[in-house]
T-cell receptor
């Protein structure tokens, strides 16, 4: 049981390049989330998927797109990377949307855009 | 609008002493959950403790306890008997569980805790 996995762990892009961050969970969770964490700040929600087949914008969606490929996988795409997107990206998943069930986080992807 | 505020950017505590990390929140939803996460220097997010808005008792998990004061909208984390391994960034987060519940978490800015030997 690997939990939440993310690839890659590190990435350096040039301005204007595109890339896709991959996330997969093996806990049969319904909901999945993408966050970004900037230095000295908390996590901010980019996009989320409450269930397979649905996606919605979070607090900071501009410059990103997502795909909920199936129940296990939720990818985040940067179509034209900008230096402002330099950040650590976390994927998370949760089984239910209430009670003590928390979100489980992946290890993060550290992205630098030059 | 929902909001989480952690007003202590950094804290120091002596090993074996207790420390309180502050968190205040704002929401109009009567049903919500409050969470604390630990982020060590390695970067992973580790869930510590949960408090539901309707829970009558303060949550406890080992050396962690949550001082929940609903009327003041505060959910402070208390770490007893601090250990060197407690040195990390700590985040308070809230999830609104009402009719528009989506499972989303709103995070505070975090508090960096350093435990001194």
């Amino acid at each position: 049981n690997a939990g939440v996995t993310q690839t890659p762990k590190f990435q350096v892009l040039k301005t204007g390049q595109s890339m896709t961050l991959q996330c997969a969970q093996d806990m049969n969770h319904n909901s999945m989330y993408w966050y970004r964490q900037d230095p000295g700040m908390g996590l901010r929600l980019i996009y989320y998927s409450a269930s397979e087949g649905t996606t919605d914008k979070g607090e900071v969606p501009n410059g990103y797109n997502v795909s909920r490929l199936n129940k296990r996988e939720f990818s985040l795409r940067l179509e034209s990377a900008a230096p402002s997107q330099t950040s650590v990206y976390f994927c998370a998943s949760s089984v239910v949307q209430g009670g003590p069930d928390t979100q489980y986080f992946g290890p993060g992807t550290r992205l630098t855009v030059l | 609008a929902q909001k989480i505020t952690q007003t202590q950017p950094g804290m120091f505590v002596q090993e074996k002493e207790a420390v309180t990390l502050d968190c205040t929140y704002d929401t109009s939803d009567p049903s919500y959950g409050l969470f604390w996460y630990k982020q060590p220097s390695s970067g992973e997010m580790i869930f510590l403790i949960y408090q539901g808005s309707y829970d009558q008792q303060n949550a406890t998990e080992g050396r962690y306890s949550l001082n929940f004061q609903k009327a003041r909208k505060s959910a402070n984390l208390v770490i007893s008997a601090s250990q060197l391994g407690d040195s990390a960034m700590y985040f308070c987060a809230m999830r609104e569980d009402g009719s528009s519940n989506t499972g989303k978490l709103i995070f505070g800015q975090g508090t960096t805790l350093q435990v001194k030997p």
